[in-house]
């Protein structure tokens, strides 16, 4: 019998692409769309391209088919969401899994501090969940996801940057605080509420930086990069929107140690992810023209490893596709270790190149 998910926040591009691959699931079948908007309609009417493959409903929060016990809940759903409804649905034995703040951080003080940094009120309704929740990036941590009941799904940014950085600063061959992410994401990054800066005449053919006094994604960056390198590590990070539909590409630098060579930090690099289904490492010699429609529509995260010999940097280029991987794709790989499940059930299939 296939595994009953509900999804909270259907209506957006995070349910949108949940829907798309659980739809293609072996073990797991959707039993419950819930969203704000568009209440009692089918989900076909918001996404026609599901006709056929998902023809539910989509029920307010409140309705009695919401309230029935489901093995897996995702709340694609913006901050203080989550924590509001998490505490019910773990009370009725389903895993949960959140695309926001609200379980990234295991101490309290910590997801204050990533609170204030993005201006939320820092009080948390379901504290006494964070001890027993777990951030969401198997590449890291592995044995933590497996059979976990609470899952912070990461920020689309922190997955391409700490993917980018991991293997460095878990080695210990870059110095942590020289640290810098220069990040440009596609504009459904921006989630699906219309907004003016993303009308098609103010986006088409123009790129700008945004969020330069602190990225809401800063804080469970350098809190897991400093977990791996054991010290303080702090990152200059610079988020740009540039005129796309999805994809991110980070371009990360750090100041390397002597003595590494670029083919000694890729070979550094394919050993970390040796056992990562997802992750795939590329030296500048075989990557030419590499880029993010290369993992657009798939689960992948594709990094060229590079040193600038001259001034002795590390250079490491990180491609994901900001829905996937960086959203609803981790979201399920994250699902599947949490059941027990192959890790990449309904994730299998290569990018959508062109």
Not at 112 to 140: F, K, M, N, T
Not at 271 to 289: H, L, M, N
Request: with cysteine; net charge negative.
């Amino acid at each position: 019998m296939k595994r009953k998910a509900k999804i909270v926040g259907a209506g957006g591009y995070g349910g949108c692409g949940l829907m798309e691959i659980l739809s293609r699931h072996p073990d797991v079948e959707i039993a419950c769309l819930v969203a704000k908007d568009d209440i009692n309609k089918p989900v076909t009417d918001v996404y026609p391209h599901l006709h056929g493959f998902v023809d539910l409903p989509i029920l307010s929060a409140d309705a009695a088919e919401a309230q029935e016990n489901f093995d897996v809940v995702f709340f694609s759903t913006p901050d203080k969401v989550g924590m509001k409804l998490a505490a019910g649905e773990r009370a009725k034995g389903a895993k949960v899994i959140d695309f926001s703040g609200d379980f990234r951080f295991r101490e309290l003080s910590d997801y204050e501090e990533y609170a204030r940094r993005i201006s939320l009120d820092p009080a948390h309704s379901a504290s006494e969940l964070l001890p027993e929740s777990v951030y969401g990036l198997p590449e890291l941590g592995l044995a933590s996801v497996q059979g976990a009941n609470l899952v912070g799904n990461p920020g689309c940014f922190a997955v391409s940057v700490l993917l980018g950085f991991a293997p460095a600063l878990k080695a210990g061959i870059v110095d942590p605080l020289s640290l810098i992410a220069d990040c440009k994401t596609g504009v459904s990054g921006a989630g699906k509420k219309p907004n003016p800066l993303f009308h098609f005449p103010a986006r088409h053919d123009h790129m700008n930086a945004y969020r330069l006094t602190g990225h809401q994604h800063v804080c469970e960056v350098e809190q897991n990069l400093s977990t791996l390198a054991g010290t303080p590590a702090i990152v200059t990070f610079t988020s740009q929107v540039v005129p796309a539909s999805r994809g991110i590409l980070s371009t990360l630098y750090g100041r390397l140690q002597e003595g590494w060579t670029r083919e000694k930090v890729v070979e550094l690099y394919r050993d970390f992810y040796a056992d990562s289904v997802f992750v795939k490492v590329f030296d500048r010699t075989a990557a030419t023209g590499l880029g993010t429609a290369h993992v657009r529509g798939s689960n992948q995260s594709f990094l060229l490893v590079d040193v600038d010999e001259r001034s002795g940097t590390l250079r490491v280029v990180s491609h994901i596709d900001n829905l996937m991987k960086g959203q609803a794709g981790s979201a399920v790989q994250n699902m599947n270790l949490m059941f027990g499940l192959p890790e990449n059930a309904g994730l299998d299939q290569p990018g959508s190149y062109p």
